[in-house]
């Protein structure tokens, strides 16, 4: 059984950078079928997008967070990472990683971790 | 970006009623549209990808259709544990883009 969990500060300082790990179990991160990926959910923002990373070719970034996120991924520790730096109030979310499955050709979202709470606040 | 709508924003159900929730793209994105159910303090969990494919282990009163802009998720009988917010996701193209959700609540 698969089995994504997030961890990281609960509380960043503004200006200050994020740094969230999301340790994986019962896959491997370096299996073609899948992508891995983080999105994040505010009351004032809904679910939105963060980043996807496929093992072997890169990672893809929402343009709107683009110059301040950066996502790695280490398949020798199951574990992959979200770094945003400059942090604002506006980045306090509850922050997901995902496993992404192919789907006719694109990949999508077929098991999420349990979802971390992040607070910016000095 | 493609926008994701969904209607209602909210709806009521009594237990045994068939439910419909429609999510419209903004552009074509084919079939490359997921639907998930989140329950209040939990992550969200993975009902429909490819708009009509049922992820495994999910119940077959859900399902899906639609291609291109228009998509509907239907619950055939509520359930008392089908109460949640149901959201819809385009995976088309980044960015991926969500709906604002759907809640449905016991009428």
């Known amino acids: 059984q698969v089995h994504l969990q997030e961890s990281g500060p609960r509380l960043v300082k503004p200006s200050e950078t994020l740094s969230l790990t999301c340790s994986v179990s019962?896959?491997?991160?370096?299996?073609?079928?899948?992508?891995w990926g983080w999105i994040r959910q505010s009351p004032g923002k809904g679910l939105e997008w963060i980043a996807t990373n496929s093992h072997s070719g890169g990672a893809y970034y929402n343009p709107s967070l683009k110059s301040r996120v950066a996502m790695s991924v280490d398949s020798s520790k199951s574990q992959f990472f979200l770094r945003v730096n400059s942090v604002t109030a506006a980045d306090a979310a509850v922050y997901f990683c995902?496993?992404?499955?192919?789907?006719?050709?694109?990949?999508?979202?077929?098991?999420w971790g349990q979802g971390t709470t992040v607070t910016v606040s000095s | 970006d493609i926008q994701m709508t969904q209607s209602p924003s909210s709806l009521s159900a009594s237990v045994g009623d068939r439910v419909t929730i429609t999510c419209r793209a903004s552009?074509?994105?084919?079939?490359?549209l997921a639907w998930f159910q989140q329950k209040p303090g939990k992550a969200p969990k993975s009902l429909i990808l490819g708009a009509s494919s049922l992820q495994s282990g999910v119940s077959s009163r859900f399902s899906g259709s639609g291609s291109e802009t228009d998509f509907t998720l239907t619950i055939s009988s509520v359930q008392p544990e089908d109460y949640a917010t149901y959201y819809c996701?385009?995976?088309?193209?980044?960015?991926?883009?969500f709906g604002l959700g759907t809640k449905l609540e016991i009428k």
């Open positions: 995902a496993r992404e499955t192919f789907s006719s050709g694109r990949t999508a979202y077929d098991i």
């Open positions: 552009q074509g994105i084919t079939d490359h």
């Open positions: 996701q385009q995976y088309n193209s980044f960015p991926y883009t």
């Open positions: 019962g896959a491997s991160l370096s299996d073609s079928r899948y992508y």
